[in-house]
């Protein structure tokens, strides 16, 4: 993590090494003490639980484009493309909230369409 308690680069930072699949770094963005996570698929309450989930299933991320950034205080909102190779290589547009207090995120809100994942993971689907 930076020194740095600008908002938008913190979250920059943590995209950028979502990005690159440097979890251990990325985990350095996040708050120890809170983190509130939500998704349409998944929710967390723990840095730790989110990076495992987040390494666990970046094989299928390619790469993540910065559509757009708007900040607000401590809040930062990306729009998003998730290039993702599941069976094809999608796009997936991704509005990315995150609100940064005392130089770490520690609430992360990613509103997406999840029918493709919940295709991909869920027996009943197809």
Sequence with gaps: MTGSADPLEVVEGYLDAIGA???ER??????????SYQSPIVQFRSADELILHTALSAGILQRVERVKAFTDGADVCHILDLVVQISEKQSVRVAHWAQVRGGRIV???AIFDASIYR??????AG
């Design 107 to 109: 609430r992360i809100e």
């Design 26 to 35: 990325a985990r350095g963005y996040l708050s120890d003490v809170e983190l």
């Design 119 to 124: 295709d991909l993971f869920d027996p009943a």
């Design 21 to 23: 699949h440097d979890f």
